[in-house]
């Protein structure tokens, strides 16, 4: 007898829907698998086998052959025991093949039958939802994440036992809810980071603001312990909050990467991802055989920092160059290509030679200009290109430091109001608030709502208006800091950001020579 079986193929963000065919034919007792699977599909015969027999269900003894189609999509994880155990049983005559009709299945069998999580639910829920699945049967730890799809009936169940009873009892009322959100980067008791605890650097939080406002890439500069880390760490509490689809394409990314848990629920806070300079390329990019997520889509719709960025190797810097302009990664692989989205916004540190003391009023630089070239090349020109906001940073000065402490009082402590050129230094809240109302502006008026970062090349001449002394500002900028074109649109888009922020109608020449003191390295690499 044969049965069939829906489920899905994880193929980077998507699920791609696979028919399970179970055929019992005379012949020796034993099970092949075909359908181009991998070594973890090709041992669920074990565990289908061991789950059937202590869930108190009959193993055939016969010929088994279950064909995984389309052929050519490689299938691979545990995902696939529940709806191989599920056309085991069509085909044994143990459960009516109409109860199956319309239902798609995922999950890890255990050799008691019991069932266990596994990564990707989300996206096969999505899979599901949209092919007219009646119905969608996943592990019990997975409900609460196919839930999220709505418009899709889900039965999460704890072991194959379970499954059964569902399929006889069709009507049974007892969807799964999603798990209310829980913040991502202030949950298990921790606050995120607020921009009052910087002291000093007013160029480097005016620029935190242009990044998080307009989408633009950071690159901090400066000596040890200016704030560098300690600014781009607030880039992400600038940032507005996802929208109900930039979080449902987030959770999704995360869910095939494997690290989601029931006790986040849908994400709602922008990532920070934070890479070691030590990673390699497919670990920031993506890859592997059936390639997987990277860091840089892991940030998507968030920050991704690379502290000591001098410190990674040249070719895997390179190969954010492409993404970066385009918003998406492609992994190529001989039979398929995966696609990954990574909209981020990338941050970086790094010292200003090898010792770190370059161009420090203090402290003298033992590197020498041989060293300095090296040390800076490797940074490629058309990475540095693209990074919108250059900043060299100065060490906070000691009044900036120690105004805290004057603050103290025989009484206790009284929250101080950091000192910053003169005046008091701003909560993420407060500039969170000048951040939301630049965006607003931006959704207006930009193409799709899209962020100045994002504005399509043949729309940025429509979008940007230039005052006449504005147009000269930006006109010699380009002749005699010999930008590129692509420097030269970016300082635009910068400018525009600026002029957003001050809630001016066009570019003012001040916002250009503004966005100009932002370009610090074009020359370098």
């Known amino acids: 007898m044969l ?9 980077g963000l998507e699920a791609r829907p696979v028919l399970v065919e179970v055929d019992l034919a005379p012949g020796l007792p034993g099970l092949q698998m075909v359908g181009l699977a991998d070594a973890a599909v090709q041992e669920a015969r074990e565990r289908v086998r061991s789950a059937l027999r202590h869930s108190g269900l009959k193993v055939p003894l016969t010929r088994v052959v279950v064909n995984l189609a389309p052929a050519d999509l490689r299938k691979e994880g545990p995902a696939f025991d529940l709806p191989i155990a599920l056309g085991l049983l069509v085909a044994s005559g143990q459960l009516a093949g109409e109860r199956s009709d319309g239902v798609w299945s995922a999950g890890e069998l255990g050799l008691d039958g019991a069932l266990r999580p596994i990564r990707g639910v989300l996206a096969i829920a999505i899979a599901a939802q949209r092919h007219g699945a009646r119905a969608l049967l996943v592990p019990e730890g997975n409900a609460w994440e196919a839930a999220l799809v709505s418009g899709l009936r889900v039965w999460g169940v704890r072991n194959l036992a379970l499954a059964l009873w569902h399929l006889e009892h069709p009507n049974a009322d007892d969807q799964p809810r999603a798990v209310a ?4 980067l202030a949950r298990a008791g921790q606050e995120a980071p607020d921009l009052t605890d910087v002291k000093g650097q007013a160029h480097g939080r005016r620029a935190l603001e242009i990044a998080a406002a307009g989408g633009h890439h950071l690159l901090l500069c400066g000596p040890p312990g200016s704030g560098k880390t300690m600014l781009a ?7 507005p909050p996802l929208n109900p689809a930039e979080a449902l394409e987030l959770t999704a990314l995360h869910s095939v990467a494997g690290l989601l848990d029931s006790s986040q629920g849908l994400l709602q806070e922008r990532p920070f991802r934070s890479p070691h300079h030590s990673c390699s390329g497919p670990a920031l990019i993506g890859g592997g055989s059936q390639p997987q997520p990277g860091e840089l889509a892991l940030a998507h719709h968030g920050v991704l920092f690379l502290d000591e960025l001098t410190e990674f190797r040249r070719a895997v810097l390179d190969q954010l160059r492409q993404p970066l302009e385009e918003g998406e990664v492609w992994i190529h692989r001989a039979r398929h290509r995966t696609r990954f989205p990574c909209r981020i916004i990338l941050a ?4 200003p030679c090898p010792c770190g003391w370059w161009g420090d009023p203090e402290r003298s630089c033992r590197c020498g200009e041989g060293q300095r070239r ?4 490797r940074l490629s020109g058309p990475l540095l290109d693209r990074i919108d906001l250059q900043v060299v940073m100065r060490r906070p000065s000691s009044a900036a430091l ?6 103290q009082r ?12 003169g005046q008091a230094s701003e909560s993420t809240a407060v500039v969170r608030q000048r951040v939301q109302r630049a965006r607003s502006r931006m959704a207006a008026r930009n193409p799709a709502g899209c962020s100045n970062s994002q504005i399509p090349g043949g729309h940025l001449q429509q979008v940007v208006r230039l005052a006449p002394d504005a147009l000269a500002v930006w006109e010699g900028a380009l002749q005699h800091r010999q930008l590129s074109a692509r420097a030269g649109e970016r300082l635009l888009r910068v400018a525009q950001t600026i002029s957003d922020l001050g ?15 932002y370009r610090s390295f074009d020359q370098q690499g």
């Open 402 to 407: 120690t105004a805290p402490f004057r603050s």
């Open 3 to 11: 049965a069939r079986c829906k489920t899905a193929a994880l193929q």
């Open 233 to 239: 760490r607030r880039l992400a509490g600038l940032l």
């Open 374 to 377: 090296r040390y800076w090349g």
């Open 181 to 184: 959100s829980a913040p991502v």
């Open 348 to 351: 970086a540190a790094t010292n």
């Open 503 to 517: 809630d001016e109608f066009g570019i003012s020449a001040g916002a250009i020579a503004e966005a100009l003191t």
């Open 410 to 421: 025989s009484t206790g402590w009284t929250a101080p109001a950091v000192q910053d050129a």
